[in-house]
Nanobody, 123 residues
Framework: QVQLVESGGGLVQPGGTLRLSCAASGFILDHYSVAWFRQTPVLGREVVSC????????YYTDSLKGRSVISRDNAKNIVYLEMNNLKPEDTAVYYC????????????????WGQGTRVTVSS
């Protein structure tokens, strides 16, 4: 059974760090680009980071550049998103998703999605 499961969310104070995990079962994650999206009632769903299947290139939305790292652990079939210096505006539900393309724009070309993990940044 193909499945993506996110974990690692929670309540953290501003300035704190979280590492989100996206674990795959039923398929090999390294054969896909993996993106992290976040969703809020105001902004909807937006991509925040992606790691490409072809060359391992990484992408970060401007608001996370310099304070986030996306990485793969192929032995564990997991992709991580570590976020540092978290801000209240990072509060959202975070989803991971996979695509057979190289980090495509938008959500249409992402085929497998996890159920989401909630991140709340608040003092």
């Amino acid at each position: 059974q193909v499945q993506l499961v996110e974990s690692g969310g929670g309540l953290v104070q501003p300035g704190g760090t979280l590492r989100l995990s996206c674990a795959a079962s039923g398929f090999i994650l390294d054969h896909y680009s993996v993106a992290w999206f976040r969703q809020t009632p105001v902004l909807g769903r937006e991509v925040v980071s992606c790691i490409s299947l072809s060359d391992g290139n990484t992408y970060y939305t401007d608001s996370l550049k310099g304070r986030s790292v996306i990485s793969r652990d192929n032995a564990k079939n997991i992709v991580y998103l570590e976020m540092n210096n978290l801000k209240p505006e990072d509060t959202a539900v975070y989803y991971c998703a996979t695509s057979p393309l190289s980090c495509p724009y938008g959500t249409t070309n992402y085929e497998y999605w996890g159920q989401g993990t909630r991140v709340t940044v608040s003092s």
